[in-house]
């Protein structure tokens, strides 16, 4: 009878972790279960350029941010906004 106990919960332990490893579940690395955050910002460029980094400003949250790929940053910066 333990050796029948030990059998289910091994493999119910390897379910589970299965079910996990392949993404069944939310995780900290954006499992299955998370939708992705859509980004509500709107970069417009300001024409104003600091060396490499050119100057965006985000008409929704009126954030400005500097981007040296050539295009407008891909998440909000909100949070990096000055407390008013």
């Keep these: 009878m333990a050796t029948f106990i030990t059998a289910v919960l091994v493999l ?8 996990f490893r392949r993404g ?21 460029e300001t024409g104003d350029t600091k060396g490499r980094f050119v100057e965006y400003r985000c008409a929704t949250c009126l954030v400005v941010a500097l981007s040296h790929t050539g295009a407008p940053p891909q998440d909000c910066k909100k949070v990096l906004a000055d407390p008013k």
């Design 24 to 44: 069944g579940a939310p995780s900290r690395m954006g499992g299955r279960g998370l939708k992705a955050k859509r980004n509500p910002c709107k970069w417009s």
């Design 12 to 19: 119910l332990y390897a379910g589970w972790a299965l079910w």
